[in-house]
């Protein structure tokens, strides 16, 4: 497939780059000086730019690519599901076939809370959506002053208005503030927020508390819902503690918020079930999805609602809310193939039993190297802490960009990672096999290695 690509002039598409294409999330004036690497083939967990370079992508490209690239059966659906029916909307009273089948298909791998299935095209969409249908839903039960969501630092929940400001990324909020009626509180990070000799039970129990004292101070009477990731995943992949999820339950039941688990990475295999909220044991009311549901295919998002919500907005009247792509075609029939391809190759048991702890377990031995203080992750996501001394938890200085060192040294050996703040991130996709893992493994700890020399 890939010896079907033409050859790229890549200097003429940086150059053509450079003059007429604005990056999302990108300091456009670097980028303009090093130039832009153009991605330009796939195939399972690798990638190809425009210099022929062979990358291993251990990002799923941006968290999402699941299945891996190059799969021509999502290729097949989606041209015959085109010239079937290209588009047709769902808001007066149609549908069409692929989003009803895709709408079942989702609710039956769901958690049984789980009541209906609403589309969107991304996961910025879907908390957008999540803002207005929690606040819908407490004016339908009579209360509208419950309109106070509370999020948590270092949250990412997209990048649109409501994404943003539900998001908790101080360096976003700054550029051109938050909408109103969204608090945030403390995030469960304990290597970076625990006090001294806090152990990870007592600051899991003290992150949660937060939300109480959030509560208490805003009035409950005031709060209609609390959002967060499962596990923080653009923050640095941060997995709380054990004792965190249950308690945040326990104190959202008790004032009667609503739990918003944006499962945008999480949600289609990446914790070893198709919902976090499955490995979490949590029970929420709006769960917002997009990434691996089409493995990146195709746009296309959604948020699961439960059914205690789901009854109140379908007696409610007319929701003025949706997206002229909600539920589109094309998009939907890939999802669902998409699905169909994880269930068949039964992928997430293969994540939960065999190559997710592999990952977890080749991670956790890159903890001896002098520049990691600490390794996260659960199945398929993995974070490395560097630090400079490890056993005070001193971070280098920033500007020595310790993480974005090992990063740039990993892609030039063909390892594609990300990195946020000292810590470089992983996500890769959930076909990938032991080997490659093993792969990823080695050079990793060659790009850390070569960033160790470097600050030495
Ligand atoms: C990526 C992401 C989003 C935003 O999704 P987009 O499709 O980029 O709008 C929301 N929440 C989480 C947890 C994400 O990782």
Same mark, same amino acid.
């Given at each position: 497939?890939?010896?079907?690509?033409?050859?790229q002039?890549?200097?003429?598409?940086q150059?053509?780059? +450079?003059?007429?294409?604005?990056?999302p999330?990108?300091?456009?004036k670097? @980028?303009?000086a090093?130039?832009?690497r153009?991605v330009?083939? !796939?195939?399972g967990?690798?990638?190809y730019?425009?210099?022929?370079?062979?990358?291993?992508?251990?990002?799923a490209?941006?968290w999402?690519?699941?299945?891996g690239?190059g799969?021509d059966? @999502?290729?097949?659906?989606?041209y015959e599901?085109?010239?079937?029916?290209a588009?047709?909307?769902? %808001?007066?009273?149609?549908a069409?076939v692929?989003?009803?089948?895709?709408?079942a298909k989702?609710?039956?791998?769901?958690?049984?809370?789980i009541?209906h299935v609403f589309?969107?095209?991304s996961g910025?969409?879907?908390?957008d959506t999540?803002l207005r249908?929690?606040?819908h839903?407490w004016?339908?039960?009579?209360?509208p002053?419950k309109?106070i969501?509370i999020s948590?630092?270092?949250?990412y929940h997209?990048?649109?208005?409501a !994404?943003?400001?539900?998001?908790?990324?101080?360096f976003?909020?700054?550029?051109g503030?938050?909408i109103d009626?969204?608090?945030h509180i403390?995030q469960?990070?304990?290597?970076?927020?625990?006090?001294?000799g806090?152990s990870v039970?007592?600051f899991? @129990?003290?992150a949660a508390k937060?939300l109480e004292?959030?509560?208490?101070e805003?009035g409950?009477?005031?709060?209609?819902? %609390?959002?967060?990731?499962?596990i923080q995943?653009?923050? !640095?992949v941060i997995v709380?503690?054990?004792?965190?999820?249950?308690e945040?339950?326990r104190?959202?039941?008790k004032y009667?918020l609503l739990?918003?688990?944006?499962?945008v990475?999480t949600?289609?295999?990446?914790?070893g079930?198709? %919902?976090?909220?499955q490995?979490?044991?949590?029970?929420?009311?709006?769960?917002?999805f997009?990434?691996g549901?089409s493995?990146g295919?195709?746009?296309?998002?959604?948020?699961?609602v439960?059914?205690r919500?789901?009854?109140?907005?379908?007696?409610?009247?007319?929701?003025?809310?949706?997206y002229?792509?909600?539920?589109h075609?094309v998009a939907?029939a890939v999802?669902?193939?998409?699905i169909d391809i994880i269930?068949?190759?039964?992928m997430?048991?293969q994540?939960r039993?065999?190559?997710?702890?592999?990952?977890?377990?080749k991670?956790?031995?890159?903890?001896?190297h002098p520049l990691v !203080?600490q390794?996260r992750?659960m199945a398929m996501v993995?974070?490395l802490?560097l630090v400079q001394?490890?056993?005070?938890r001193?971070?280098?200085?920033?500007?020595v960009e310790?993480?974005?060192?090992? +990063?740039d040294?990993a892609?030039?050996?063909g390892?594609?990672?990300?990195?946020?703040?000292?810590c470089l991130i992983m996500?890769p996709p959930?076909?990938i096999?032991?080997?490659?893992?093993?792969?990823l493994?080695?050079?990793l700890s060659q790009?850390?290695?070569?960033?160790?020399a470097?600050?030495?």
């Amino acid at each position: 497939m890939n010896s079907m690509i033409p050859e790229q002039n890549t200097a003429n598409l940086q150059s053509l780059d +450079r003059e007429n294409y604005l990056h999302p999330f990108t300091d456009s004036k670097a @980028l303009h000086a090093k130039g832009t690497r153009v991605v330009t083939g !796939g195939e399972g967990v690798y990638i190809y730019d425009s210099e022929g370079n062979r990358i291993l992508d251990g990002m799923a490209g941006l968290w999402c690519v699941n299945i891996g690239y190059g799969r021509d059966e @999502l290729a097949d659906v989606a041209y015959e599901q085109m010239k079937q029916l290209a588009y047709y909307n769902s %808001f007066f009273g149609t549908a069409n076939v692929p989003a009803i089948e895709l709408a079942a298909k989702i609710k039956q791998l769901a958690p049984a809370n789980i009541g209906h299935v609403f589309f969107t095209g991304s996961g910025s969409e879907s908390n957008d959506t999540n803002l207005r249908m929690v606040r819908h839903y407490w004016t339908q039960k009579g209360q509208p002053e419950k309109r106070i969501v509370i999020s948590r630092n270092n949250a990412y929940h997209g990048s649109t208005m409501a !994404g943003m400001s539900l998001g908790g990324m101080e360096f976003m909020h700054k550029q051109g503030g938050i909408i109103d009626g969204i608090e945030h509180i403390m995030q469960p990070h304990w290597y970076k927020e625990s006090t001294a000799g806090e152990s990870v039970e007592d600051f899991g @129990l003290r992150a949660a508390k937060a939300l109480e004292d959030k509560i208490l101070e805003l009035g409950a009477e005031n709060v209609g819902a %609390f959002i967060g990731e499962p596990i923080q995943g653009a923050g !640095g992949v941060i997995v709380p503690p054990a004792n965190y999820w249950p308690e945040i339950q326990r104190i959202c039941k008790k004032y009667d918020l609503l739990i918003i688990l944006d499962e945008v990475i999480t949600g289609f295999g990446r914790t070893g079930n198709w %919902f976090a909220a499955q490995t979490f044991d949590i029970e929420a009311d709006m769960i917002p999805f997009a990434k691996g549901l089409s493995s990146g295919y195709l746009p296309i998002g959604g948020v699961a609602v439960s059914k205690r919500v789901a009854d109140v907005l379908i007696e409610g009247g007319e929701f003025a809310h949706g997206y002229t792509y909600s539920g589109h075609p094309v998009a939907a029939a890939v999802a669902k193939a998409n699905i169909d391809i994880i269930e068949r190759e039964g992928m997430v048991d293969q994540v939960r039993d065999e190559t997710g702890p592999y990952l977890q377990a080749k991670l956790a031995e890159l903890a001896d190297h002098p520049l990691v !203080g600490q390794v996260r992750g659960m199945a398929m996501v993995g974070a490395l802490e560097l630090v400079q001394d490890k056993a005070s938890r001193t971070p280098f200085d920033k500007d020595v960009e310790i993480a974005a060192k090992a +990063r740039d040294n990993a892609i030039a050996s063909g390892l594609m990672v990300r990195a946020v703040g000292d810590c470089l991130i992983m996500s890769p996709p959930l076909c990938i096999t032991k080997a490659e893992i093993d792969e990823l493994i080695t050079l990793l700890s060659q790009a850390l290695d070569k960033a160790y020399a470097e600050v030495q």
